[in-house]
């Protein structure tokens, strides 16, 4: 089966630009979860939905940031506009919504610079 | 505050030697879970184990071994006869409470190092 799938991979743009980040989760999985690595600060969750639905949000550092679930395959994290302190590693993951509580499965992550 | 610490930034240690990753938790909740991942170069993050707060038996996978003790609220990570294929970064996350499954509290991770 296949694991979550994120593109881009790898994202290169410059300061002010709108950056579109996209998930499809395992078939399957209600729940997702997007996270953010950096050195300074580590794994940090940005939000996560259950069955299309946003949760909790409070990891989303400001209003640049948005996320959406449109449906049961696809999701996306926005930023708009993009700064240098944006760039950081953004993970996807996903799991069932059951309990007990399922593991959660990431995706290979996207790197993002922001120049 | 921070509820799950894993004083170790990084060990590095050489072939063949035993490696043990200490994972510290914090929780007030009787029903929590504790997962380790494994993070090699490529970036990755890949599930090792899940355990829940009711299941204290320590658990063996081939060359790996977890040690779970609630009286210390610790759940540590033993890689047996390391092998250069294990050096990775390594972390612990805690999921507390039902409403809050979703939420992972990772720690800040432990590098190990493998030379041959």
């Known amino acids: 089966d296949a694991g979550v799938i994120q593109s881009p991979r790898h994202e290169v743009t410059e300061m002010g630009q709108e950056v579109t980040l996209r998930c499809k989760p395992i078939s399957g999985h209600n729940s997702l979860f997007w996270y953010r690595q950096t050195m300074m600060r580590g794994l940090e969750l940005l939000i996560y939905f259950n069955n299309n639905v946003p949760i909790d949000d409070s990891g989303m550092p400001e209003d640049r940031f948005s996320a959406k679930m449109p449906n049961a395959s696809f999701s996306t994290l926005k930023i708009q506009p993009s700064e240098p302190r944006d760039s950081a590693v953004y993970f996807c993951a996903s799991k069932t919504a059951g309990a007990p509580v399922d593991t959660q499965y990431f995706g290979p992550g996207t790197r993002l610079t922001v120049l | 505050a921070q509820k799950v610490t894993q004083a170790q930034t990084e060990i590095s240690v050489v072939e063949k030697e035993d490696v043990t990753l200490d994972c510290v938790y914090e929780t007030r909740d009787t029903t929590y879970y504790l997962f380790w991942y494994k993070q090699p170069p490529s970036g990755e993050l890949v599930f090792l184990i899940r355990?829940?707060?009711?299941?204290?038996q320590n658990e063996i996978s081939g060359r790996y071994s977890w040690n779970f003790q609630k009286s210390t609220s610790s759940f540590n990570f033993t890689i047996t006869a390391s092998q250069v294929v294990d050096s990775a970064v390594y972390f612990c996350a805690l999921s507390e409470a039902p409403d809050s499954w979703g939420k992972f509290q990772f720690g800040a991770g432990t590098q190990v190092v493998v030379t041959p």
């Open positions: 355990r829940n707060s009711f299941d204290e």
